[in-house]
């Protein structure tokens, strides 16, 4: 079964510029910025431009430059908050979709969470 979208999405209208947001970096199909709740230190959002719902439907239906777009900005502000491990301290990625993966905001995206010690991967 296809994926709805509902482009009425906060994160929709974060693309379409009629809500701010606070960017981090912007490529010609993605789009990273901070997230209005950080649970750590850096706390960035990294979305593709395009129309996904989640993870699994950008994966199934994204281009592969839209893809590859995605992966390479992740890395770039990985690199740029200094947070990966060769030089850095570590970070986590988390991905919500769906009812059981508590996701509010049906627009795929990727939670880079830095700066401070994580714990564990869940906590129940
Ligand atoms: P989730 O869909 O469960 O992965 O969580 C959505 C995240 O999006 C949550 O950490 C808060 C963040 N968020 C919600 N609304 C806004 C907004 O208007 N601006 C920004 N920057 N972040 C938002």
């Given at each position: 079964?296809?994926?709805?979208?509902?482009?009425?999405?906060?994160?929709?209208?974060?693309?379409?510029?009629?809500?701010?947001?606070?960017?981090?970096?912007?490529?010609?199909?993605?789009?990273?910025?901070?997230?209005i709740?950080?649970?750590?230190?850096?706390?960035?959002?990294?979305?593709?431009?395009g129309?996904?719902?989640?993870?699994?439907?950008?994966?199934?239906?994204?281009?592969?430059?839209?893809?590859?777009?995605?992966?390479?900005?992740?890395?770039?502000?990985?690199?740029?908050?200094?947070?990966?491990?060769?030089?850095?301290?570590?970070?986590?990625?988390?991905?919500?979709?769906?009812?059981?993966?508590?996701?509010?905001?049906?627009?795929?995206?990727?939670?880079?969470?830095?700066?401070?010690?994580?714990?564990r991967?869940?906590?129940?």
């Amino acid at each position: 079964m296809a994926y709805t979208y509902d482009d009425q999405n906060i994160f929709a209208k974060i693309l379409r510029g009629e809500i701010p947001n606070d960017t981090v970096r912007e490529t010609e199909h993605s789009l990273a910025f901070r997230d209005i709740q950080p649970q750590a230190p850096e706390h960035v959002l990294v979305i593709p431009k395009g129309a996904y719902v989640t993870a699994d439907d950008f994966a199934a239906r994204a281009s592969d430059a839209e893809i590859a777009d995605f992966w390479r900005c992740f890395a770039t502000i990985c690199a740029d908050l200094g947070v990966t491990p060769d030089t850095g301290a570590g970070y986590r990625i988390i991905s919500n979709a769906g009812h059981d993966g508590v996701q509010e905001v049906p627009h795929f995206h990727l939670h880079i969470l830095a700066g401070r010690p994580l714990g564990r991967m869940l906590n129940s």
